[in-house]
C-alpha cells in the first residue's frame, strides 16, 4: 500500500534532471534535491571482468574488475555530475520504477501526447502499445491545459458543467470523451500517462 502511494504521488509531480525527491525534514511533504555529485572517471584499455579469484588474483585483473564496475555504473546512471537521475516521462516505453503489478510483473509506462480536446464527443489516439488490453492497464491518467484559458485539468475530474472522461476503448486507441465545446475552443491540449504490464 505504501508502495502503491508513493507511486501516485511521484506520479503527480516532476523535478528537473538529475534530481531526488525525498521527503521533507517536517515531514510536510516531498521536495526535490540537488545529490551530491559524483566525479566522473575516464576509462582506457578495459577489458570487461565481472569475476575476482580471492587466491589468485593480479593487479591487472583488479584493475579490469574495477574498470568494469565504474562502466556498469556509468551504464546505469550513477556516476558523473549529478549523480543519480530522476525519472522522467517519456513517449517511449520504460520500466515503471516505483511499483510492481499485484501479481508481482514488472510496470511499463509510456506518454501520450492526445493533442486538442474534442468538443462534444470523441476522439481517439493511438498509443502505439503492442497487444495493450484493458486487464493488463494498471493506471490511467490523462491531464489537459489551455495556453489561452490558463487551466490545468484532470480528465475525469469534476466539472460538471464541461464533463469529460478517457477510457482504454481497443487494443489501439485511448478514447477522450467531452459533453461540452468548450475545450477545443478554449485551446486545451490533453497528455496521457499510461502504466501496464505487458
Not at 54 to 70: F, K, N, S
Not at 112 to 141: E, Q
Request: proline share 3%.
Amino acid at each position: 500500500m505504501a508502495a502503491k502511494r508513493l507511486g501516485s504521488a511521484l506520479g503527480n509531480v516532476q523535478g528537473t534532471s538529475n534530481q531526488l525527491l525525498r521527503v521533507k525534514t517536517d515531514e510536510s511533504g516531498f521536495e526535490f534535491v540537488n545529490p551530491a555529485s559524483i566525479p566522473a572517471y575516464t576509462l582506457s584499455n578495459i577489458t570487461t571482468d565481472r569475476i575476482i579469484d580471492g587466491t589468485t588474483t593480479t593487479i591487472d585483473e583488479i584493475a579490469r574488475v574495477l574498470g568494469t564496475l565504474i562502466q556498469d555504473l556509468t551504464d546505469a546512471g550513477l556516476t558523473g555530475a549529478g549523480g543519480i537521475s530522476a525519472f522522467t516521462w517519456s513517449t517511449s516505453e520504460q520500466v515503471w520504477p516505483f511499483e510492481k503489478h499485484n501479481d508481482g510483473s514488472t510496470l511499463y509506462c509510456k506518454l501520450v501526447d492526445c493533442g486538442t480536446m474534442p468538443n462534444t464527443g470523441t476522439k481517439g489516439v493511438a498509443h502505439g502499445i503492442s497487444s495493450l488490453t484493458a486487464d493488463k492497464v494498471f493506471r490511467l491518467k490523462i491531464e489537459s491545459y489551455s495556453t489561452s484559458y490558463g487551466t490545468f485539468y484532470t480528465v475525469g475530474g469534476g466539472w460538471p458543467s464541461h464533463a469529460t472522461d478517457c477510457r482504454l476503448d481497443t487494443a489501439d486507441n485511448i478514447i477522450l470523451v467531452t459533453a461540452s465545446s468548450f475545450w477545443s475552443s478554449n485551446n486545451f491540449s490533453a497528455t496521457a500517462y499510461i502504466i501496464y504490464k505487458h
